[in-house]
């Protein structure tokens, strides 16, 4: 267990900003250009960003909204939090969970990048992420001053931890932990005194496993406090260019988290609410976007194994967790040079230094592709 550290840098002001990473994906510009290059043209695979049709029901949504001149409330309409309540509960068994837990977010990526600060972390806290993360996790922690530590599964927070990240299913791994693994780790978070937060973007995806949100009642045994579960449409609706999601959990800490952005303009659009309170009351939608990534899933996975590749995890999630026993960066230019782009290990921690992430979002004819490249 080691605290990252990263080399800082200053801005046009000439003052030192916050310890950042380089923005990953702008390493990949030269593998890009090789896969580009392909005469059959590129399978990006790179970014889990969704590429399928936005559902009926949430584009009309959205154009019913169309004329709403005034500010939207940040806290969002009692429409949109009692939907979510229903959905939560309807698909996920999040039982008593009050409407007022429920905060919309300007997608999830803004909620992790800035929760460290909105919970008023202080430099000298650690921020506690996963072994293998989502990036953002740690650029949250950096913006607030705090210094991060990685945690393996089932490893206790050390003193001093006043966050912890949970992500389950995982993104790289697609790792999914079981109700008794997420209960361990938020009583070890309590025990420390530090709120949980779980990312639970992908909790729609469950494959072989089924995942559990940190709110089911095995898991936070009947007590939300000191929990916070974020959620996403990103993935689930192909919403991901109107940034959409929502934090709750914790009443009080909600409730924190309001006064604040309500102070500093992070307001979800009406029309965008409208869509979410759609989105959450409909279930169809949910389902045909999940059929479609099981079977992209279902066509690479075997030719991937046919290639040489290990495929570890992937139990849930938009990726494949997948190896040639090499480092990272060979893998990604062997596959670049039949014009498939992935993400190497390297992105999400040092534990992927031989492991590359595959994403499942790209059409039915590019995952064809890619599958046919792979058995060439």
């Known amino acids: 267990m080691s605290v990252a550290e990263y080399p800082g840098g200053t801005g046009p002001s000439g003052r030192r900003g916050p310890d950042l990473p380089e923005f990953p994906w702008d390493s990949l510009r030269e593998y890009a250009s ?9 399978v990006d695979l790179s970014v889990g960003t969704p590429v399928d049709p936005v559902p009926p029901v949430l584009q009309s949504a959205l154009s019913s909204a169309a004329n709403s001149p005034g500010y939207p409330a940040t806290h969002g309409t009692e429409q949109l939090r009692g939907a979510a309540v229903e959905a939560l509960h309807r698909r996920h068994g999040i039982r008593d969970l009050p409407a007022e837990a429920v905060l919309p977010t300007v997608g999830s990526k803004e909620l992790v990048a800035w929760l460290p600060t909105l919970l008023g972390i202080q430099p000298g806290q650690l921020v506690a992420i996963p072994d293998l993360a989502y990036p953002t996790y740690e650029v949250g922690a950096r913006l607030a001053g705090a210094d991060v530590v990685r945690l393996a599964p089932g490893q206790r927070p050390p003193d001093g931890t006043a966050l912890v990240w949970l992500n389950s299913p995982s993104n790289p791994t697609g790792r999914v932990l079981d109700s008794e693994q997420l209960a361990a780790a938020v009583r070890a978070a309590r025990e420390v005194g530090a709120v949980v937060a779980s990312d639970e973007c992908y909790l729609e995806l469950g494959w072989e496993s089924e995942p559990v949100s940190v709110l089911h009642p095995s898991v936070c045994g009947g007590s939300f406090d000191g929990l916070l579960a974020v959620h996403s449409l990103s993935k689930s609706a192909n919403f991901a260019g109107y940034r959409a999601g929502l934090v709750t959990g914790d009443p009080g800490i909600v409730r924190e988290l309001l006064a604040l952005r309500k102070h500093a303009g992070m307001i979800v659009p009406r ?21 479609l990534y099981a079977a992209r899933r279902a066509v690479l996975w075997p030719q991937l194994e046919q290639a040489g590749f290990t495929i570890e995890h992937s139990r849930g999630g938009l990726y494949l967790w997948a190896s040639r026993g090499e480092d990272a960066w060979q893998t990604v230019d062997w596959l670049a040079r039949r014009g498939i782009l992935v993400a190497p290990g390297t992105f999400y921690g040092p534990g992927g230094s031989a492991h590359v992430r595959i994403a499942l979002t790209a059409s039915d004819e590019r995952i064809d592709a890619a599958a046919k490249r792979l058995a060439d």
Do not use: I, K, S
């Not at 090789?34 to 590129?42: D, F, I, K, N, P």
């Open 34 to 42: 090789v896969a580009r290059a392909h005469a059959g043209g590129v």
């Open 271 to 291: 029309p965008v609410q409208e869509a979410m309170t759609a989105a959450f009351r409909d279930d169809d939608h949910v389902r045909v976007q999940r059929d």
